[in-house]
């Protein structure tokens, strides 16, 4: 029994001290992106974005918005998208055989044109299509109705075959964009235009914005618990972390809420993979590995201050659901991509990249539920003392609750709006309580995605976006 003792104990103090390594490390990309952010970066100036819109001669985007059952609010994201301030651009909106009004509110409300039926979609292979749609109202927006796929992958390379631009953006349906999102990204392009492959962004809660027509009039952090508790999960990832790891070259996912890519490039690498539950972090891998493999220059950057506007699981089962498909897709890409880690062909990608989905993301869950299952039990047998137990607790969720406040902090100063007291004060409340219930209950979830299960999306009822008549 001593020996036994001995053992679980170490085993407990190792799971929490690699609890407190990976907020370290959190805490190493903090420096790294607030060093960063304090530089004359290219998606911070003022004079290339207030210029980038006038100039005749930029490179076209094509912005692809993948749609199932999004009547309500197809039309304002389409409309946003085409009150972006960047001039070369066309929208085309892809329709997976929605269930519900999707189609006809495109076709009603744009003024949709048929101009070709049951086109070809090649290069990469799709689902077949029904018809290709021109508004008469705006020739920048496309409609294409589809064959359903029930996999965005599909959509999105619809997309990809159908765009006239050199620059694709893949995006989620019920997103809205800060006017500037496509200008913030796109004169970090131009500051490498022969290097920049892949540009990600910031993604925030859609759920408290008010919308004018195409524009965003309100901004306020969530007063809904779970909400609340992913903006501080969000601003983490997106501000504190996802800058420093593309600084070096180690970024592995841009998220598929938003990615900017280089149209050429996602059609030598096939595209994204339909069959991948974890497509978004699939084509990143997949971008990196393809110029490694082959030695050729290349960057994926990391633009913070282009915003993305979507909506969050407002309540427990819908975000239980999305956080175990992440977690199934997670087990997804490490069975294909571990064994890149040790590779010394794969760089910063594979020790930083790689190395932190499989030490942290995998593993870490595994040893995290491990290290709170053997300290429960330690207590109940009496082989612990509960002062010390308590004190490691402290301790851990202390290092969380400093980088926690740290995102807060950050996000108030690099975007503006948050700042209001009410906001701040909710923002540090939930800040605390993100790592007193919710990060446990995400744990739980992560856990569970082990055990065999559907690994589709289930039902995800959209609230649709709160409008200033409607408020």
Request: proline share 4%; net charge negative.
């Amino acid at each position: 029994m001593t020996v036994l003792r001995i053992v679980l104990t170490a085993f407990m103090w190792t799971a929490f001290g690699f609890t407190i390594i990976h907020f370290l490390a959190i805490g190493f990309w903090s420096l790294l992106s607030l060093r960063l952010l304090g530089r004359d970066r290219a998606a911070a100036r003022t004079v290339p974005r207030t210029s980038a819109p006038l100039q005749d001669d930029l490179p076209g985007v094509s912005i692809i918005l993948p749609a199932y059952n999004e009547e309500n609010v197809i039309a304002f994201s389409s409309g946003n998208a085409l009150a972006q301030d960047y001039g070369n651009l066309e929208v085309i909106v892809v329709n997976d055989g929605s269930k519900d009004n999707t189609a006809q509110v495109m076709l009603e409300t744009y003024d949709m044109e048929l101009v070709e039926e049951s086109p070809q979609s090649a290069p990469i292979e799709t689902e077949p299509l029904y018809g290709i749609y021109r508004s008469r109202k705006d020739e920048r927006l496309w409609f294409i109705d589809k064959a359903p796929s029930g996999a965005k992958a599909d959509n999105a390379n619809v997309g990809i075959n159908m765009a006239n631009h050199p620059w694709v953006v893949i995006m989620d349906a019920d997103e809205f964009m800060e006017t500037d999102a496509i200008t913030r990204c796109m004169v970090e392009i131009m500051a490498a235009p022969s290097d920049v492959i892949a540009v990600g962004t910031s993604l925030l809660p859609a759920n408290d914005i008010v919308i004018d027509g195409s524009q965003i009039v309100q901004r306020e952090a969530s007063t809904n618990y779970w909400v609340g508790c992913q903006l501080i999960e969000y601003l983490t990832a997106f501000v504190i972390s996802r800058p420093g790891m593309a600084h070096v070259g180690a970024l592995p996912i841009i998220s598929g809420g938003f990615g900017l890519y280089r149209r050429e490039t996602l059609l030598t690498v096939g595209g994204l993979d339909r069959h991948h539950i974890g497509e978004d972090m699939d084509l990143c891998i997949r971008l990196h590995r393809y110029h490694l493999e082959r030695d050729l220059p290349y960057r994926i950057v990391q633009a913070p201050e282009a915003i993305i506007w979507t909506e969050f699981p407002n309540n427990w089962k819908i975000l239980q659901r999305q956080r175990m498909r992440w977690h199934r897709g997670l087990r997804a890409i490490i069975s294909d991509n571990g064994k890149y880690i040790p590779r010394r062909q794969y760089g910063n990608f594979g020790r930083f990249g790689i190395g932190t989905l499989y030490f942290f993301e995998w593993c870490g869950p595994l040893i995290e539920g491990a290290g709170w299952i053997i300290m429960v039990g330690l207590l109940l047998l009496g082989w612990v003392d509960i002062s010390n137990a308590i004190a490691m607790l402290v301790a851990t969720q202390l290092v969380g609750q400093v980088v926690a406040v740290l995102s807060v902090a950050v996000a108030v100063s690099t975007f503006g709006f948050y700042s209001r007291p009410s906001d701040l004060k909710r923002m540090l409340w939930w800040a605390v309580c993100m790592n007193w219930g919710f990060r446990q209950m995400s744990l739980y979830w992560r856990l569970r995605s082990i055990l065999p299960g559907d690994t589709g999306w289930g039902e995800m009822p959209r609230a649709g976006f709160k409008t200033a008549t409607s408020t």
